[in-house]
């Protein structure tokens, strides 16, 4: 997906891909399965942190289990505006003047932005825990994570939870830079 998107990533920006994408065996399936179902990354700002959730949602779109349901990720940020405003001025002009331009399509009603690929879809939804319900999901990102109380957090991965159960390889990630003392999800 690097090279297709035309970006070279950083080392430490390889490395975090290569640790949440290892694969085991699933000992009930025998199918190869992701090894870890949360990721917590922390990135300084600017750091290259918003490419590697980029490149790890379009792996959701292009990577799935054999047999495995379309895949459906989510993204969410400090709040759905910043999220979307990242989608919409950051990744899709990237995606558009890329290799992969042909193969995800991109929609930006506001409200409805999506990635489409490979049958799946990447969607944006606000970061409160009822926006999750009823709804599947391989992949789930919360950026930005410093700007949660510890509260809403903990209320956001319950609310995960349920979305990831029917999945045969699902992943969250919680991402963001340092934050502040009032961080306190993220601390």
């Given at each position: 997906l690097?090279?297709?998107?035309g970006?070279?990533?950083?080392?430490w920006?390889?490395?975090?891909?290569?640790v949440?994408?290892?694969?085991?065996?699933?000992p009930?399936?025998g199918l190869?399965?992701?090894?870890?179902r949360?990721?917590v990354?922390?990135?300084?700002?600017?750091g290259?942190?918003?490419?590697?959730?980029l490149l790890r949602?379009?792996?959701?779109?292009?990577w799935r289990?054999?047999g495995?349901?379309?895949?459906r990720?989510?993204?969410?940020?400090q709040?759905?505006t910043d999220g979307s405003t990242?989608?919409?001025?950051?990744w899709?002009p990237?995606?558009?003047?890329s290799?992969?331009?042909d193969a995800?399509s991109?929609r930006e009603?506001a409200?409805?932005?999506a990635?489409h690929?490979?049958?799946?879809?990447?969607?944006?939804?606000?970061?409160?825990?009822?926006?999750l319900?009823g709804?599947?999901g391989d992949?789930i990102?919360f950026d930005e994570?410093?700007a949660h109380?510890?509260?809403?957090?903990?209320e956001?991965?319950?609310?995960a939870?349920?979305?990831?159960?029917?999945?045969?390889?699902?992943q969250?990630w919680?991402?963001?830079?340092?934050?502040?003392?009032?961080?306190?999800w993220?601390?």
């Amino acid at each position: 997906l690097t090279s297709a998107l035309g970006v070279r990533p950083m080392p430490w920006q390889q490395h975090a891909a290569d640790v949440a994408g290892e694969l085991v065996t699933d000992p009930e399936t025998g199918l190869d399965v992701l090894a870890y179902r949360t990721v917590v990354l922390s990135v300084g700002r600017r750091g290259g942190k918003s490419l590697s959730v980029l490149l790890r949602l379009l792996q959701c779109l292009f990577w799935r289990p054999p047999g495995a349901p379309a895949p459906r990720g989510w993204y969410t940020a400090q709040t759905r505006t910043d999220g979307s405003t990242t989608l919409r001025d950051d990744w899709m002009p990237q995606l558009r003047s890329s290799l992969l331009a042909d193969a995800v399509s991109t929609r930006e009603g506001a409200g409805y932005e999506a990635l489409h690929g490979n049958g799946g879809i990447i969607r944006l939804f606000s970061p409160l825990p009822k926006s999750l319900h009823g709804q599947p999901g391989d992949l789930i990102v919360f950026d930005e994570a410093w700007a949660h109380s510890r509260e809403l957090g903990a209320e956001l991965e319950k609310a995960a939870r349920p979305l990831m159960a029917t999945r045969s390889s699902p992943q969250q990630w919680i991402v963001t830079a340092a934050g502040d003392a009032d961080s306190m999800w993220w601390l």
